[in-house]
Every structure is written in C-alpha cells, then in structure tokens.
C-alpha cells in the first residue's frame, strides 16, 4: 500500500495586491499550499487609477482576474472573500461570509482604505480613489458635471457645475488635477456648444507647504509650475475646513463647487485592529525586523497595512515598490524557516519616484537625478507598463496611451449611472 501524500503547511495570503501577489509567486515551486483570499476577484493596478476616474483608460486596462494571473500555479487556490479578523493564538482567519481559513503561515496585505481625518460625512460629497468602483463614481461625476453646466441657463450655477476641487498634493492628486485639467482644455470644447470646457476650473488643495513632499523642494516647485502652466490653481499651506454639497471651505473662503475628489490621507484596513498587537496612530501595524508580528514568527504584514520604522526613520510610504519588496522578503523568509535557515531583515531599496503632470510633462526623482518634462514622462511611461502584470494589458494601455497623446481624445468618456437597490 502507498504512502500517503505528505500534508503541506498552508500559507494563507490575505490580499491580491501588489504585496500579495508577489509573495504568492515567489511560493510557486516551494513545497506548501498557497491560499489567496481576496473580497475582489481582480488584482488592480493602483497606480493608474486616477487614468480610469480621469476616462483615459478602461478598467480592464489595469485589472485582470487573480485566478488568471495564478492558472498556471499548481500550489495555489484562490477565495472570494473578505477576512474580517484574525485569530493568532488558533491560526484562523474568519470570513465576512461565514467560516474560517485555517493556516500555518500567515501574510496579511490586505491594503488601506481613504482617511478623512474624523470628517466621515466628507466621504459622501468627496469621493475617495481606491477600487475600480471609486474611478468609475468620479468619472461619472466628472463628465456629468459639464452635461449640467450645458443646460444650465444660470451664469453664477454654472461656474459651480465648472468648478473641480482636487484636495491631498500627492501624486494621486496631482495626476488627476493634471490630467482632469487636460481633459477640459484639450479634449472637450469641440464637443459642447452652451459652455466654454477649456475655462473649467480645477483646484488643488494642498495642507502641507508643498506637493508631492517625498520629491524634495525643487522637484515639488518645478511640479507647481508645470501645474500652473496648463491651468491648474494651486492651493498651499490651505487644509479643508468644511464639505457639503455646494462648496469646500478653505479657512475663511468658500469656493462653490460641485465636484470634490478626494486623494489627502490614506488610513489601515479594520484588520489590523482585530490582531492585538501594537498599531500606529493610523491603523497600521507594527512589525518585526523581518516583517513578522511580534510574538508570532509564523505570521506576516507587508505593503500599505504595516509599519516598519527599523532604521528608516519612520513608516515607509505606502507605494507599490514598497510592497512587492516586503510581499518578497516575506516570503523568502517562510522559505527560509521552512528549510532551517536565518530569516534576513527588511531593507527597502528605493529605485525613485514619479508622477505626471499632463501630456507629455512629468517629474521623477531617481536615485541622485532629478528629471523633468518630456523625458521624466517617457521614463513614467516605460515603468509604469513594465509594472502591469497581465502583458494583454500592457499592450491594450500602451495603444491608449498612443492614441491619447496623438489625438488628445481618449475613448472612454463613458457616463454609467449608478443603479439603486431596491428598498
């Protein structure tokens, strides 16, 4: 009689992002069984979310099924659903569904979600951008606006409806400033007749004294200027003080608007609070050296949910770059308790950053060079389409891309009406 096949430890992976699924590939070969559970069925692509609110891409541009990307993993299965808690002592996660997922090795990447700092209500009237869904609700609402502005006989209401107020100067909202402001001035004036879309307004609202503060002071200046050049007001040292309906509140100045996007503050998932181990002030758990919880080597934390502060003189940013490079070393160093080896201690290699300004115009910041306009957005566009992890995507956005730029008409200005639930 044969043996029976040995019972491979499971690795329950919490999260399909970009953490997430890279630590699911670096298991590929290893002998355990790899769960990946997820409350999407897709793995997004965050970084061009605000190119599917901003109606330059499609959603199946930057999201492809996680059963796809994982078909050929012979180790791996993958769970709709979402894990609501998390039980350390009895090595179990607990599903919004019903049930639990039993585990021998953990690694949470379960993301973060937007922070209205308190201000809740804020979320109703100023969208946040997170899912697919969020990008679809604010390219709704952006090209609705000037289909109201159209018909609108009132001059006073109709600079209302014309009036965009972008708040958070980080590379989500400069980008989406950018390339909303573009989109009123290049793409639009032909396609109206009542209204001029070029003299649209769009605000950016930054608390801080400057944008995109992980850049340094003379890119963040140079990024003003190039906002400035194509329209773009930009707002500094000015937080929010209030949101409704009609207007944001800067200090002492009301500026009526209709359309308020939000892209300022970024908070942990609810996860990380049901673990019972120390967080920081936004939710976000503290880890070990290699990226363990304290107390419990079996079990991990990477991406936007952890916080690592060993010799980085504080959390890290909650970047993509970040991610993939904790969901590796997390699972290299299950790999290595598995096989009796020292586990090694997170380093993080930052390769740059970057972010647009509009057509053909960005910054990046890599490693001691600091680089502007066309070049800084050829090196956006390159990296940008080697990071997508499905290649049907790459060339489907690579031939957007094209056709944008070429054209300034971008195909997917389409207004898709929420539906309401009945009762």
């Known amino acids: 009689m044969a043996d029976p096949a040995p019972v491979l430890p499971t690795v329950l992976i919490v999260g399909g992002g ?3 699924l890279k630590a699911a590939r670096i298991l590929a070969e290893a002998p355990v069984r790899v769960v990946l559970v997820d409350r999407q069925n897709h793995h ?15 959603p199946a541009d930057i999201a492809a099924p996680i059963r796809h990307i994982l078909r050929e993993q012979a180790n791996a299965e993958v769970v709709l659903g ?20 039993a585990y021998d090795f953990l690694i949470l990447a379960a993301g973060s979600r937007s922070s209205y700092f308190g201000q809740d209500a804020w979320a109703r009237v100023a969208p946040g951008l997170k899912t697919l869904e969020d990008a679809l609700e604010i390219r709704r609402r952006f090209l609705l606006t000037f289909e109201r502005a159209e018909q609108e006989e009132d001059a006073e209401l109709r600079r209302e409806w014309l009036t965009f107020v972008i ?27 009542r209204i001029r879309t070029d003299r649209a307004r769009v605000i950016l609202v930054e608390a801080g004294p400057g944008i995109l503060a992980n850049f340094g002071s003379g890119l963040s200046e140079q990024a003003v200027q190039g906002l400035e050049r194509i329209g773009v007001e930009v707002r500094l040292g000015q937080p929010i003080t209030g949101i409704d309906e009609h207007a944001v509140q800067l200090g002492g100045e009301r500026i009526p608007t209709r359309t308020v996007l939000w892209a300022a503050g970024v908070s942990a998932v609810p ?11 936004i939710g976000r758990v503290l880890v070990e050296p290699d990226l363990s919880l ?45 096989a009796n080896r020292p586990r090694r201690t997170f380093r993080y290699r930052d390769k740059g950053s970057m972010a647009t300004l509009g057509r053909g115009k960005a910054v990046a910041h890599i490693g001691r060079l600091n680089f502007t306009g066309y070049p800084a957005w050829l090196a956006w566009l390159f990296v940008h389409l080697m990071l997508l992890v499905d290649f049907r995507s790459r060339v489907f956005v690579l031939f957007e891309w094209l056709w944008a730029y070429l054209t300034t008409q971008p195909r997917a200005r389409l207004i898709v009406e929420r539906k309401r639930r009945d009762g």
């Open 18 to 20: 970009f953490g997430g």
């Open 44 to 58: 997004l692509f965050q970084p061009l979310l605000y190119q599917v609110a901003s109606a330059t891409l499609s």
């Open 82 to 101: 979402e894990v609501t808690s998390v039980d350390l002592a009895a090595r179990q996660a607990r599903l919004a569904e019903g049930g639990t997922l």
């Open 167 to 193: 708040v958070g100067g980080g590379p989500t909202g400069v980008e989406l400033a950018g390339t909303l402001k573009e989109m009123a001035r290049l793409t639009l004036p032909r396609e109206f007749r």
């Open 271 to 281: 996860l990380g609070a049901s673990l019972g181990v120390p967080t920081d002030r």
């Open 294 to 338: 304290p107390g419990h080597p079996e079990a991990f934390v990477v991406g936007d949910l952890a916080a690592f502060t060993h010799g980085s003189g504080g959390p890290l940013p909650g970047v993509a770059p970040v991610a993939i490079q904790q969901g590796t070393c997390a699972a290299e160093n299950l790999l290595a308790t598995l």
